[in-house]
């Protein structure tokens, strides 16, 4: 079993910063695709940004150029810093990893808790 643990959300005004972290734990072979995504109220589940294996990112078109994505292999963690942030960025932000557990077994997706960001002023 995989558990991601997420950190970082919370309330801040609109123009400023946060930065996200989830961190994976358990049986963990390697880790494929890591990523971020968000739900606000009444919304369909969005992408916000993922990065593969080989630092390959892809972000969603309402973020790109304030948001960026990051991994730290040797800490199995992804990262999402948020800057220049807007009432619509709020929601809930849920981390996504991909994990091979057992060397020959098949990957299979992850998700964290879900922490919430609020941008208000």
């Known amino acids: 079993q995989v558990q991601l643990v997420e950190s970082g959300g919370g309330l801040v005004q609109p123009g400023g910063s946060l930065r996200l972290s989830c961190a994976a734990s358990?049986?963990?072979?390697?880790?494929?695709?890591m990523g971020w995504y968000r739900q606000a109220p009444g919304k369909q589940r969005e992408l916000v940004a993922v990065?593969?294996?080989?630092?390959?990112?892809n972000y969603g078109p309402s973020v790109k150029d304030r948001f960026t994505i990051s991994r730290d292999n040797a800490n199995n963690t992804v990262s999402l810093q948020m800057s220049s942030l807007k009432p619509e960025d709020t929601g809930v932000y849920y981390c996504?990893?991909?994990?091979?557990?057992?060397?020959?077994?098949?990957?299979?997706?992850?998700w964290g808790q879900g922490t919430q960001v609020t941008v208000s002023s």
């Open positions: 996504n990893v991909y994990v091979r557990g057992p060397p020959l077994y098949p990957m299979t997706s992850y």
């Open positions: 358990g049986t963990i072979f390697s880790i494929g695709t």
């Open positions: 990065i593969t294996s080989d630092g390959s990112t």
